[in-house]
């Protein structure tokens, strides 16, 4: 059975950073998009970054460029999300997911993800 864990979210102040983990079970990362989402209070779900199979090719959103950055770890069947330089407008429930591998680069389309974590909470504020 297909299943994603999210684990790191926490408190932090502006600027700070946070390091958030995606740990896989029941399936082959190689084989799967695995993507990082967000959703702020009163928003609605936004992908924050993306990862292909066994290409490691990556997918970011502007609004992260240059601050996250994301990885994975074979070893520990985990994909994680580097995040530096928060601000508070990155605050939300930060979920990953999971999707069959498909040609060509990631999409930060929630949409078409299938399978889903129970999300982790940033909070960044001073």
């Known amino acids: 059975q297909l299943q994603l864990v999210e684990s790191g979210g926490g408190l932090v102040q502006p600027g700070g950073s946070l390091r958030l983990s995606c740990a896989t079970s029941?399936?082959?990362?190689?084989?799967?998009?695995i993507g990082w989402f967000r959703q702020a209070p009163g928003k609605e779900r936004e992908g924050v970054s993306c990862i292909v199979g066994a290409s490691s090719s990556i997918n970011y959103a502007d609004s992260v460029k240059g601050r996250f950055t994301i990885s994975r770890d074979n070893a520990k069947a985990t994909i994680n999300l580097q995040m530096n330089s928060l601000k508070p407008e990155d605050t939300g429930v930060y979920y990953c997911?999971?999707?069959?591998?498909?040609?060509?680069?990631?999409?930060?389309?929630?949409?078409?993800?299938?399978?889903w974590g129970q999300g982790t909470q940033v909070t960044v504020s001073s």
């Open positions: 997911a999971a999707r069959p591998l498909t040609w060509g680069m990631c999409v930060l389309r929630d949409e078409v993800y299938d399978a």
């Open positions: 029941g399936f082959g990362m190689d084989y799967f998009h």
